[in-house]
């Protein structure tokens, strides 16, 4: 982005001649480090850093989205590109792993447990549902990671094969109807044969709105630790104080 386009909050496309408006960043929460005690501020700030990457996760997901939308547009221009076909496939593959990397910092990287002054602010009923509703969303976020990931091993044999196609009522594990979906698209539809079933994700605009009402749902329930109640700087004040006249 050129700096004239940063500050106007527009992405140009050149393929299209048009600017596009850019939603606005979620910001996430700053911790009054210097108000904790010692032996918390390195857990501390690892974990501020871990917070901070759920807006990041979905900036990146915002980019997938848009270069699948550009891609499309480009498309409408000449359907034969096979260029174009790859770059939907591309964008696809990496929405599907930010939204896992969202789901591992969301359901297991924001542990407050070896900060205590903070954990005590944090508004567990707004935690427990935002991780809830990622959880009901996406239950296959793990699954599209690994095929995504492992893909040339996922097929390399016909037992594999076998294992991640399409089964059939009373099909084994390692004999299916042999109809395997190889990273497939149908409209903005991702999908993928995984384990004899077919798993997928939409990458769209309604899936980035719900990325990011989950990240601000879950950004709410840090409010009290962002700022620090009086009554946690008094307690932490008076925890410094004693351990200052232990022997």
């Known amino acids: 982005m050129l700096p004239e386009e940063e500050e106007a909050g527009y992405t140009v496309v050149p393929f299209e001649g048009v600017c596009q408006p850019m939603p606005s ?30 807006s990041s996760y979905v900036a990146a997901f915002e980019a997938a989205v848009a270069l699948y939308d550009h891609t499309l547009a480009l498309l409408k221009t000449d359907r034969s590109n096979r260029q174009y076909w790859r770059w939907c496939h591309i964008a696809a593959r990496e929405g599907a792993m930010t939204v896992y990397h969202f789901g591992c910092v969301l359901l297991n990287g924001c542990s407050f447990k070896p900060c205590p002054s903070l954990g005590s602010l944090v508004s567990a009923s707004h935690m427990k ?36 196609a399409l089964r059939s009522k009373g099909a084994t594990a390692t004999k299916g109807t042999g109809l395997v979906i190889h990273s497939g698209l149908v409209d903005r539809s991702f999908q993928t044969t995984f384990e004899g079933r077919i798993i997928s994700y939409d990458l769209d605009e309604k899936t980035l709105r719900f ?16 700022r620090l109640s009086p009554q946690l700087r008094q307690r932490i004040a008076l925890d410094r104080e004693v351990r200052s006249q232990e022997p």
């Not at 910001?27 to 917070?51: D, G, K, T, V």
């Not at 809830?132 to 040339?152: G, Q, V």
């Open 25 to 54: 960043s979620i910001l996430s929460p700053m911790f009054r480090l210097e108000m904790l005690p010692e032996e918390e501020c390195q857990s501390a700030w690892n974990l501020q850093n871990s917070i901070g990457r759920l």
């Open 129 to 164: 549902l935002a991780r809830k509703r990622f959880a009901a969303k996406f239950p296959n976020a793990t699954a599209l990671r690994n095929i995504i990931a492992h893909d040339a091993e996922a097929y390399d044999t016909e037992e594999k094969r076998g294992i991640h």
């Open 211 to 226: 990325l990011q009402e989950i990240t601000i749902q879950f950004y709410q329930s840090l409010e009290r630790v962002e």
